[in-house]
């Protein structure tokens, strides 16, 4: 074969090769803003509480990002919300794998407990995540919560947010409405709540999603 044949030859397959990269990487891209989109769905659809169309659109960002704790513990909570326990568990404990003390995952697992009723081993478990994240107020609310449900430790609760200042999330004001909830005062605890919404916003949706499954808001007094 003629030097200048093989030199062309040399200089295709770069270029062929140059190109498969540029291919492969815009296909990456291409993937990773699929797997967006995927979430997005995902996550809208769960809102929605199409849990079958919400693990659906999951699939691609799945495919995509298996071990991606984000996508994990997403599915976990669609799979909680079909009452898939066991699958769920698994999600969470994939996603804590891939991620060590990934937040999400860890909180879901506890509150797998409580929605088993699994009481003691619930409310153990969030005192125990609560000493490791004292600041924690999501964490602090989810244990006043089940301390009330079931009446344990009037003396452990009654130290949950027990300052008169409200705190910078909309704990306190949630966590007063559970009380007032508990006590029989449905009218107080509705007021707290409207002001939690007012200043809060968005951000009081996991809190109210927390309070109406503990069912405190319309246990018989």
Known sequence: MPKTFRFLSAGIAAIFLLCFSVFRALAVQVSGLDADASILASSDALEQKDYKKA???LGPALQVRPEDPTVLNL???????????????????????????????????????????QWDPAIAYFRNLLIEQPNNELVEYKLLLLLLIQGSDPEL???????????NTPAW??????????AGDPDKASRLIDVAKSVYGDK???FQEELDESGLATAKK
């Open 55 to 57: 693990l659906s659109d």
């Open 75 to 117: 599915k976990g909570a669609i799979l909680t919300k079909t009452k898939d326990y066991a699958g769920a568990r698994l999600c969470y404990e994939g996603a804590l794998k891939a991620s060590l003390g990934f937040f999400p995952a860890r909180y879901n697992i506890g509150a797998l407990l409580s929605l088993q009723q």
């Open 157 to 167: 609760a009654k130290r949950l947010f027990d300052s008169p200042i409200p705190s």
């Open 173 to 182: 004001y949630f966590a007063s409405a559970a009380r007032s909830y508990k």
């Open 204 to 206: 009081t949706q996991i």
